[in-house]
């Protein structure tokens, strides 16, 4: 068994938020001969919420388990978002950029 490494935790999450703070910066400051593309740098985001929120309250342990509780309660602990807005980013972006039929939607 493997012992957690707090150093490389922290390597590797600071690796993870550079990358992540690089690609934002693409969709807000102009790049000359490039068009403003902010939908991969959001998708982007919301898998890094979904990589913390797995570090935090663990894989779900079982097939279906409740990945968009386990986020919509991170969003709200972390990020400090009410249960309505956390529940409504994590439906929209996630299900809908993964070409999932929005809920109650035929």
């Known amino acids: 068994m493997k ?3 707090a150093a490389e935790a ?3 999450l600071r690796e993870r938020l550079d990358s992540l703070e690089n690609d934002t910066k693409r969709c807000f400051v102009p790049i000359a001969g490039l068009q403003a593309a902010p939908f991969p740098a959001v998708l982007y985001a919301f898998a890094t919420v979904d990589y913390l929120s ?3 309250k663990g894989w779900n342990r079982k097939p279906g388990g409740d990945q968009t509780k386990r986020l919509v309660q991170f969003l709200m602990k972390f990020c400090r978002y009410g249960k ?3 529940r409504i980013a994590v439906e929209v972006i996630c299900r809908a950029s993964a070409g ?3 809920p109650g939607k035929a």
Do not use: G, V
């Open 10 to 12: 922290e390597r590797l």
């Open 100 to 102: 999932n039929r929005l």
């Open 84 to 86: 309505r807005e956390s």
């Open 3 to 5: 012992t957690f490494d």
């Open 54 to 56: 797995s570090c935090w």
